[in-house]
């Protein structure tokens, strides 16, 4: 792209880790996806908006004076270059293991890959206190950041050690699918188990039978290419954006080494649904079909089987069948329906599925504005126990917090009384300090 590369294979080197990497998912600019590694876009964390930065070598907006050295540091270290920690909004846990000849090729890629962007991003971060004490992070990174930078070999193209660095280091698959502790640090002992992410739920991964311990080597790799395994998955929400951004375009080699690695990491069970309920009567003969996606007449309605045949039978069948291509998913076989919880269907409903990859162009509409969160909950309800055999007592309400974003974790719900008791022990220490230097001062006579 640019013309003024000079290292061009070292180039074409750090653009491939890049989206190995993908460093473009956060690093997009905010709006109409425009200007590459440009900024702006906002992470929506638990503590709040975090902006990521313009990373082109933009020497005013971006981080054109970076030498080498700093930018490994913000990558491995999570530390900028004039400084400032990072919040680990930037993935830096995970990319600290990464190889300096890859940090090389990287830094090569930004600063001659990359067309600056003489522009900041149109947002800054703007988080509400303690979390806005970048400081804090310092402490943080000592708990939880593990080892130093290690400075590992190459492992072999196809190799189980490439896909080893592959799914922990570059592609962070753990940054979604690991659960955090009440810190929002990673639990290494629960890794790839499954975890909220937003309204989203990034499932168990590993290769239990709560996870995907039913799938072949060959499936996680269609899945990963394509986003879509038959009767099966679908990739939506983050999940989607990454397999377009950045796991569809990567080299069978690397998608294999990854599928092998994920197969034999320690499978961790979870809770899986109880499947009691029987599914009701078949609805075939309902008589107020009306077909075609948007004919939602009776807006008021929260009946879930009249909303299901209005708003989804026309692609997913009367029956939960899909085409037979697969092409409209059967729900029936469906993991969004059949897992525990009804996050992922619930969302799917709410945000809808966008997802490109070089053969396909896969799209289900959002029903965000069509259908109010208690239409949508009692579709939620129906789905689940019709083609799953789940009773799910999903509420509007549960709709709404799924809507903001989950359920926020325990640091954020608590952060008030925890900065209340942090006061309470300060000024305790302070008065008993002051108790006993008066004791001292009078002799260890009684205080008046
Ligand atoms: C999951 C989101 C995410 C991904 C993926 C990501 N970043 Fe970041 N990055 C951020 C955020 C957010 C910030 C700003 C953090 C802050 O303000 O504390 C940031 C900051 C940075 C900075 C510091 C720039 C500055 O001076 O402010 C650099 C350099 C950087 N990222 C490089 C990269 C590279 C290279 C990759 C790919 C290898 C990458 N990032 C992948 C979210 C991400
Ligand atoms: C940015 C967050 C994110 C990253 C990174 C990510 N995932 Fe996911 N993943 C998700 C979400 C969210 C879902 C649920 C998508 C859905 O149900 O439509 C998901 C779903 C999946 C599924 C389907 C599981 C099921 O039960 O349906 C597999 C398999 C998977 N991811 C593997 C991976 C692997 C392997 C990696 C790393 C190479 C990875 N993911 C990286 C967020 C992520
Ligand atoms: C216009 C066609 C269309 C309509 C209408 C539609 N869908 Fe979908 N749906 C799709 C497509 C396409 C996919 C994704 C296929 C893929 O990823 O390959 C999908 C995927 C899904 C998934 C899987 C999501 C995941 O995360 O894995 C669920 C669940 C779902 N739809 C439920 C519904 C429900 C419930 C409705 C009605 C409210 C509905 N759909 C309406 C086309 C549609």
């Known amino acids: 792209m640019a013309v003024f590369a000079t290292d061009q294979p070292l180039v074409e080197c750090?653009?491939?880790?890049?989206?190995?990497?993908?460093?473009?998912?956060c690093h997009r600019q905010a709006i109409n996806h425009g200007v590459p590694f440009a900024g702006g876009y906002a992470i929506e964390s638990p503590m709040g908006r975090i902006i990521a930065s313009n990373i082109t070598p933009s020497k005013q907006y971006g981080i054109g004076n970076y030498s080498e050295q700093q930018f490994a540091n913000a990558?491995?270290?999570g530390i900028a270059a004039d400084g400032r920690n990072l919040y680990p909004a930037m993935p830096y846990t995970s990319y600290r293991d990464m190889t300096t000849a890859d940090v090389q090729a990287l830094y090569a890629y930004f600063m001659q890959g990359v067309e600056p962007a003489d522009f900041p991003p149109s947002t800054r971060t703007d988080l509400s206190f303690p979390f806005n004490v970048r400081q804090i992070m310092w402490g943080w990174n000592l708990l939880f950041l593990s080892g130093t930078s290690a400075d590992k070999a190459e492992a072999l193209p196809g190799s189980l050690e490439r896909g080893k660095y592959l799914v922990e280091v570059l592609a962070h698959c753990s940054a979604c699918h690991t659960p955090r502790?009440?810190?929002?640090?990673e639990q290494n002992s629960l890794n790839l188990s499954g975890s909220s992410l937003g309204g989203w739920y990034a499932p168990n991964i590993t290769p239990d039978k709560s996870g995907i311990g039913d799938w072949s080597q060959r499936d996680l790799v269609t899945y990963l290419k394509t986003g879509h395994l038959a009767g099966k998955a679908q990739a939506a929400g983050a999940m989607a954006e990454a397999v377009e951004n950045s796991f569809s375009l990567m080299t069978d080699d690397d998608l294999n080494a990854m599928a092998a690695w994920v197969k034999q990491v320690p499978a961790i069970p979870t809770a899986i649904p109880d499947r009691s309920i029987q599914p009701p009567a078949d609805v075939s003969d309902i008589n107020t079909i009306i077909t075609g996606q948007g004919a939602l007449a009776d807006?008021?309605?929260?009946?879930?089987?009249?909303?299901?045949?209005?708003a989804c039978a026309s692609c997913h069948g009367h029956k939960g069948q899909g085409t037979d291509d697969s092409f409209y998913p059967s729900l029936t076989r469906n993991r969004a329906v059949s897992?525990?919880?009804?996050?992922?269907?619930?969302?799917a409903i709410v945000e809808g599925i966008q997802r490109k990859t070089s053969n396909t162009d896969i799209s289900m509409p959002a029903f965000a504005e069509q259908l109010n969160n208690a239409q949508i909950a009692s579709i939620s309800n129906y789905v689940h126990s019709r083609f799953a055999g789940?009773?799910?007592?999903?509420?509007?309400?549960?709709v709404q917090i799924l809507r903001d974003g989950g359920v926020?974790?325990?640091?954020?719900?608590?952060?008030n009384w925890l900065m209340a008791l942090g006061t309470l022990m300060i000024v305790g220490l302070l008065g008993g300090i002051w108790y006993w230097r008066k004791v001292k001062r009078s002799g260890g006579q009684q205080i008046r």
């Open 75 to 77: 990558v491995r270290e």
């Open 14 to 25: 750090g653009r491939y880790i890049a989206v190995a990497a993908d460093c473009g998912a």
């Open 339 to 347: 897992a525990l919880g009804a996050q992922n269907l619930v969302m």
């Open 181 to 185: 502790n009440i810190m929002m640090a």
């Open 299 to 310: 807006r008021s309605t929260t009946d879930g089987a009249k909303l299901y045949e209005n």
């Open 390 to 398: 789940i009773d799910d007592k999903m509420t509007a309400q549960d």
């Open 408 to 415: 926020p974790p325990f640091i954020v719900r608590y952060i």
